[in-house]
């Protein structure tokens, strides 16, 4: 069976940082794009970040950029997402996502339906 499992998600305030990790079990995800995703109440899915298999190239959402990082540890099959400067709008619940090894077009991995993968989230709450 196919997990993806988030943690490192919390409470924390404006300014602050929060690491979340993906830990991937059942398969190996080294040779696919991988991608973190949120939703926040009343509020579609929206796209976070996203990585591809190598780690080499890397996609953000332009309201995270410059704060968020992606990364990857294709040993351990887990997949970052570093948070800095967090804001009260980043509030959300965090879903790591897994995608197919040929997913890399930017507006593909952009695509929720892309994702064939979903954990089951993480909350993020950010007080102001």
């Known amino acids: 069976q196919v997990q993806l499992i988030e943690s490192g998600g919390g409470l924390v305030q404006a300014g602050g940082s929060l690491r979340l990790s993906c830990a991937a079990s059942?398969?190996?995800?080294?040779?696919?794009?991988m991608g973190w995703f949120r939703q926040a109440p009343g509020k579609e899915r929206e796209f976070v970040a996203a990585?591809?298999?190598?780690?080499?190239?890397?996609y953000y959402e332009d309201s995270v950029k410059g704060r968020f990082t992606i990364s990857r540890d294709n040993a351990k099959n887990t997949v970052f997402l570093q948070m800095n400067n967090l804001k009260p709008e980043d509030t959300a619940t965090y879903y790591c996502?897994?995608?197919?090894?040929?997913?890399?077009?930017?507006?593909?991995?952009?695509?929720?339906?892309?994702?064939?993968?979903w954990g089951q989230g993480t909350q993020v709450t950010v007080s102001s």
């Open positions: 996502a897994g995608g197919s090894s040929r997913l890399s077009f930017s507006p593909y991995v952009r695509q929720a339906t892309r994702y064939d993968y």
């Open positions: 059942g398969r190996t995800f080294s040779s696919n794009t």
């Open positions: 990585i591809t298999w190598s780690g080499g190239v890397t």
